[in-house]
């Protein structure tokens, strides 16, 4: 195929562009006719995939980074053969459109991510790299390459100012992830004008310092050998992640290229007629496609097909002479967990020590880190504290630092709580492996936008948070989380768990395990806990449930994690009191709601005060309490114990709020919390 033939296809790109912003009055028109190029080249001259199947688990994976230019991915899947037709194209950005304002991976066939916060992208693709590498180490053998694919990634300028690109492009740097390839589009531009304003590093030499390989072509618009070869040229380099440079011009065609007024507005009709005019299309055809322009892109797919098949071949005969492996391979793709998982959960009875929830978390890890192969994942910095690494866990290493392999499971973050979550993302989207990251509970804000991303993108991802409230103690308001069970619980798809014993650690890892669409936050104590009578793996799964306690109660009281003792001793001086009360553990809200209305009531019945008890913010608690105990503060540097005195956290201020509470309502109806939901 000529270039001439190249660049009628980038043309179409160019064009398409145009129409399918303008006919939504929304988008960006101007990188996808400045990437036109470089992606077309990609596609088409470099990438392993098959649009009949975009779930070949060998197959390249591609990134945009930049995803406000989803229009140029749209168009390009259209081209090629994925699930999208040029009606779906003509719905950009519309309701129930599957090409939305920027790419979604559970929307639109072919989109492996879901990009659209800045840095996200290419914080994913060293996520997928890393997961590649792994997978590679644990299942080639011999001159069987089961997984030998690359990733791609499209990013911008927005991209590379973003800190969570920063973290993640350090440690695939440390990490040598040499089958990781950014593609940066110098366009010199950005919304508010030229990058002069606020962006002039060397962003090669940022990244020559990361340990990356760099190259670079000077004109991206129109040299499509530069651009051929430069991919070509980082292939050939395993050892070190590539980020080539390519100046483009952003909104190339157009009478306003080069300026920020075709970043994010839809080019005017008469524009759109002269670009058109231009690159030799007729002016007045709207979201036209030349017949040889969709005949080039059908011989790509038939490649696709053909590398498929090709490895399907293989992966038979792969499949006889390592039957296990290809067994296992199959099975971690499919998503399905190991058989008798289940039983090697520990299991605790009240006799048993009390121990902190984080320290009952690692015991699990340790139980069930062999049986489970799948799993991957690790600490920033905080592993001797969050207790993550299981015994005889290898770390994720390059092998020439002697630090471990690329068969390890066991990530060394460094301080990257945002970039590991993002990272997350993207090992959790490669398939067959469930990745966690782990903290304190208080750091997950710094890691918020990608956990976000986690539940809208749903990927279960298992966040493993410790020193989970101001029970960490001496650290301070600093490290005390106090409004961060609440900002998690306000994100739709996100599972919070918070056990009060080794029972309920225990539910809330098979919990996390078995919700397969959406992450988990796991959110364990510092401090020494008992086990409980009455908790069970079994209950973590109905959210809420009755511990212990009166079936005629007078009043409830619920709490979750290290408070849920607390009210048990509480209960206790109310019956001596004469009053009955019955106890309620509740490590999941989230789980809670989906019960049916019948069991909430039954664990809540109409009628019945109810006192909730956590050591945070009371936000959110209004849902299923008539009063609160709780965080108002941002909490104090001491022991644990003496803060616990000091903000109400003992038995005997809960039973005397108990007791005002059950005085208030004493003359009063009670309010029906457990409403039938709309």
Same mark, same amino acid.
């Given at each position: 195929?000529?270039?001439?033939?190249?660049?009628?296809?980038?043309?179409?790109?160019?064009?398409?562009?145009?129409?399918?912003?303008?006919?939504?009055?929304?988008?960006?028109?101007?990188?996808?006719?400045?990437?036109?190029?470089?992606?077309?080249?990609?596609?088409?001259?470099?990438?392993?995939?098959?649009?009949?199947?975009? %779930?070949?688990?060998?197959?390249?994976?591609?990134?945009?980074?930049?995803?406000?230019? +989803?229009?140029?991915?749209?168009?390009?899947?259209?081209?090629?053969?994925?699930?999208?037709?040029?009606?779906?194209?003509?719905?950009?950005?519309?309701?129930?459109?599957?090409?939305?304002?920027?790419?979604?991976?559970?929307? !639109?066939?072919?989109?492996?991510?879901?990009?659209?916060?800045?840095?996200?992208?290419?914080?994913?693709?060293?996520?997928?790299?890393?997961?590649?590498?792994?997978?590679?180490?644990?299942?080639?053998?011999?001159?069987?390459?089961?997984?030998?694919?690359?990733?791609?990634?499209?990013?911008?300028?927005? +991209?590379?100012?973003?800190?969570?690109?920063?973290?993640?492009?350090?440690? %695939?740097?440390?990490?040598?992830?040499?089958?990781?390839?950014?593609?940066?589009?110098?366009?010199?531009?950005?919304?508010?004008?030229?990058?002069?304003?606020?962006?002039?590093?060397?962003?090669?030499?940022?990244?020559?310092?990361?340990?990356?390989? !760099?190259?670079?072509?000077?004109?991206?618009?129109?040299?499509?050998?530069?651009?051929?070869?430069?991919?070509?040229?980082?292939?050939?380099?395993?050892?070190?992640?590539?980020?080539?440079?390519?100046?483009?011009?952003?909104?190339?065609?157009?009478?306003?290229?080069?300026?920020?007024?075709?970043?994010?507005?839809?080019?005017?009709?008469?524009?759109?007629?002269?670009?058109?005019?231009?690159?030799?299309?007729?002016?007045?055809?709207?979201?036209?496609?030349?017949?040889?322009?969709?005949?080039?892109?059908?011989?790509?797919?038939?490649?696709?097909?053909?590398?498929? %098949?090709?490895?399907?071949?293989?992966?038979?005969?792969?499949?006889?002479?390592?039957?296990?492996?290809?067994?296992?391979?199959?099975?971690?793709? %499919?998503?399905?967990?190991?058989?008798?998982?289940?039983?090697?959960?520990?299991?605790?009875?009240?006799?048993? &020590?009390?121990?902190?929830?984080?320290?009952?978390?690692?015991?699990?890890?340790?139980?069930?880190?062999?049986?489970?192969?799948?799993?991957?994942?690790?600490?920033?910095?905080?592993?001797?504290?969050?207790?993550?690494?299981?015994?005889?866990?290898?770390?994720?290493?390059?092998?020439?630092?002697?630090?471990?392999?690329?068969?390890?499971?066991?990530?060394?973050?460094?301080?990257?709580?945002?970039?590991?979550?993002?990272?997350?993302?993207?090992?959790?989207?490669?398939?067959?492996?469930?990745?966690?990251?782990? !903290?304190?509970?208080?750091?997950?804000?710094?890691?918020?936008?990608?956990?976000?991303?986690?539940?809208?993108?749903?990927?279960?991802?298992?966040?493993?948070?410790?020193?989970?409230?101001?029970?960490?103690?001496?650290?301070?308001? !600093?490290?005390?989380?106090?409004?961060?069970?609440?900002?998690?619980?306000?994100?739709?798809?996100?599972?919070?768990?918070?056990?009060?014993?080794?029972?309920?650690?225990?539910?809330?890892?098979?919990?996390?395990?078995?919700?397969?669409?959406?992450?988990?936050?796991?959110?364990?104590?510092?401090?020494?806990?008992?086990?409980?009578?009455?908790?069970?793996?079994?209950?973590?799964?109905?959210?809420?449930?009755?511990?212990?306690?009166?079936?005629?109660?007078?009043?409830?009281?619920?709490?979750?994690?290290?408070?849920?003792?607390?009210?048990?001793?509480?209960?206790?001086?109310?019956?001596?009191?004469?009053?009955?009360?019955?106890?309620?553990?509740?490590?999941?809200?989230?789980?809670?709601?989906?019960?049916?209305?019948?069991?909430?009531?039954?664990?809540?019945?109409?009628?019945?005060?109810?006192?909730?008890?956590?050591?945070?913010?009371?936000?959110?608690?209004?849902?299923?309490?008539?009063?609160?105990?709780?965080?108002?503060?941002?909490?104090?540097?001491? &022991?644990?114990?003496?803060?616990?005195?000091?903000?109400?956290?003992?038995?005997?201020?809960?039973?005397?709020?108990?007791?005002?509470?059950?005085?208030?309502?004493?003359?009063?109806?009670?309010?029906?919390?457990?409403?039938?939901?709309?």
């Amino acid at each position: 195929m000529s270039d001439s033939k190249d660049l009628r296809c980038i043309n179409t790109i160019r064009t398409l562009a145009a129409d399918v912003v303008f006919k939504a009055n929304s988008g960006h028109p101007g990188a996808p006719m400045g990437c036109a190029p470089m992606a077309h080249v990609l596609f088409t001259k470099h990438m392993k995939f098959n649009p009949e199947n975009s %779930a070949w688990p060998n197959r390249d994976r591609f990134i945009l980074s930049n995803g406000h230019s +989803c229009a140029l991915q749209y168009i390009l899947l259209h081209l090629l053969g994925y699930k999208i037709t040029m009606d779906d194209l003509k719905t950009f950005r519309q309701l129930d459109s599957i090409c939305p304002g920027h790419p979604e991976n559970y929307m !639109t066939d072919g989109v492996e991510v879901t990009t659209g916060p800045l840095g996200q992208g290419i914080s994913n693709a060293v996520g997928l790299a890393i997961a590649e590498a792994h997978m590679e180490a644990t299942f080639n053998k011999d001159s069987f390459k089961i997984i030998d694919n690359y990733t791609y990634a499209i990013l911008g300028d927005g +991209c590379l100012q973003e800190g969570v690109a920063s973290e993640t492009a350090s440690l %695939a740097g440390h990490l040598k992830l040499g089958k990781l390839i950014a593609l940066y589009d110098d366009n010199s531009i950005q919304i508010d004008g030229s990058t002069d304003l606020s962006f002039t590093e060397d962003v090669l030499k940022r990244y020559e310092a990361y340990g990356w390989h !760099t190259l670079s072509v000077g004109d991206g618009d129109d040299d499509i050998e530069g651009i051929t070869n430069a991919i070509a040229e980082a292939k050939k380099v395993t050892d070190k992640p590539s980020i080539i440079k390519i100046h483009t011009t952003i909104g190339y065609g157009s009478s306003l290229q080069g300026t920020e007024k075709v970043h994010g507005s839809s080019l005017k009709d008469d524009d759109i007629v002269n670009v058109k005019t231009k690159f030799g299309f007729d002016g007045n055809k709207k979201f036209y496609v030349p017949d040889d322009v969709y005949d080039f892109y059908a011989e790509v797919k038939k490649q696709g097909a053909k590398h498929e %098949a090709e490895w399907n071949e293989s992966f038979n005969k792969y499949s006889e002479k390592y039957p296990d492996l290809a067994k296992e391979f199959k099975r971690r793709f %499919a998503g399905e967990l190991p058989s008798g998982l289940e039983e090697a959960f520990p299991r605790y009875k009240p006799s048993d &020590p009390a121990t902190a929830t984080r320290k009952l978390s690692e015991t699990l890890l340790n139980a069930i880190a062999d049986k489970l192969p799948e799993l991957i994942g690790g600490s920033a910095d905080l592993t001797s504290s969050n207790l993550t690494r299981w015994k005889g866990a290898v770390d994720f290493q390059p092998e020439s630092t002697g630090l471990g392999n690329y068969s390890g499971r066991y990530i060394r973050y460094g301080v990257r709580e945002h970039g590991m979550a993002a990272i997350s993302n993207g090992i959790g989207a490669y398939g067959a492996l469930i990745p966690f990251a782990s !903290t304190f509970l208080n750091f997950i804000s710094y890691a918020v936008g990608a956990s976000r991303l986690s539940a809208l993108s749903h990927l279960r991802i298992i966040y493993i948070m410790t020193h989970d409230s101001i029970g960490l103690g001496e650290d301070g308001p !600093t490290h005390q989380p106090i409004e961060t069970l609440a900002t998690l619980r306000a994100t739709p798809n996100t599972l919070v768990l918070r056990p009060a014993d080794g029972n309920e650690v225990s539910g809330a890892y098979l919990v996390a395990l078995k919700n397969s669409t959406r992450p988990s936050v796991i959110a364990l104590t510092r401090q020494n806990l008992p086990q409980l009578e009455g908790s069970s793996i079994e209950n973590v799964f109905k959210g809420g449930y009755v511990l212990q306690g009166s079936n005629k109660p007078q009043i409830i009281l619920v709490a979750t994690g290290s408070e849920v003792s607390i009210i048990v001793d509480a209960a206790k001086e109310l019956e001596k009191k004469g009053i009955s009360a019955r106890i309620v553990s509740m490590p999941s809200m989230e789980l809670f709601e989906e019960q049916e209305q019948s069991y909430k009531e039954s664990v809540f019945p109409e009628g019945i005060p109810v006192l909730s008890v956590e050591a945070m913010s009371t936000f959110g608690w209004s849902r299923y309490a008539h009063a609160s105990i709780g965080m108002k503060g941002f909490g104090s540097s001491a &022991p644990y114990e003496k803060l616990y005195e000091r903000f109400g956290f003992t038995p005997s201020n809960i039973s005397e709020k108990a007791q005002k509470t059950l005085e208030f309502y004493k003359n009063r109806a009670v309010p029906h919390l457990i409403a039938q939901p709309f």
